[in-house]
């Protein structure tokens, strides 16, 4: 675990990342097995906000009148994202809208990833959901606010604290590394 990961959580206006765009960023970097930096931020999509997409999350269209553009912080955001393995819940989704979002400024990004929800799966087969408010009910973890960005990376870095302490690093170690993927 003497690695970089970046636990992410992207929420956006839909479920396509080549029409839909991101409206909220939420990283938490984890250096050594401890946090580096947090990062948070609303993006202004330039485009509609769907009202269930307001309703899920809270994010209005108002809301992001005065927010950045992810132009005005794709930078800081490649930073963070550079030289670490990508963490995020059912992982394409999050990774897609990112890459596309790079893309519309003519910049590639990639990165090695795994996906929580995959690694939940493969160390507990016996449990039926594996979505993220089945991880949070099942292993009794605070979500100070759901369907927002930081909230549900943080979540994410406290299943994977917990999947250590509960299995130990070595044997976390084991199944870990093998759910890692090259970058695509």
């Known amino acids: 675990m003497d690695s970089t990961f970046t636990f992410v959580d992207v929420e956006t206006t839909g ?6 765009r991101i409206i909220e960023i939420g ?6 097995n401890r946090v580096s930096k947090i990062y948070e931020t609303l993006i202004n999509p330039k485009i509609r906000i769907p009202r269930i997409i307001t309703q899920i999350t809270g994010i209005s269209q108002k809301s992001l009148w005065s927010a950045p553009s992810f132009r005005e912080v794709m930078n800081d955001v490649y930073r963070l994202l550079s030289n670490s393995v990508f963490v995020a819940h ?9 890459q596309n979002e790079f893309e519309r400024y003519g910049y590639e990004f990639q990165s ?16 039926r959901h594996h979505n993220l408010d089945s991880i949070i009910e099942r292993f009794s973890i605070e979500c100070e606010n759901r369907h927002r960005a930081l909230g549900d990376a943080k ?11 509960n299995l130990g690093k070595k044997k976390f170690t084991k199944i870990l590394l093998p759910q890692i993927r090259s970058a695509r």
């Open 27 to 32: 990283i938490v970097k984890v250096k050594n």
């Open 90 to 98: 059912n992982v394409s989704f999050d990774y897609n809208f990112l």
């Open 155 to 165: 979540v994410l870095w406290e299943f994977f604290q917990i999947l250590q302490k």
């Open 112 to 127: 090695p990833y795994f996906c929580t929800a995959k690694l939940s799966r493969s160390i507990f087969p016996e449990f």
């Open 15 to 20: 479920l396509s990342p080549k029409s839909d």
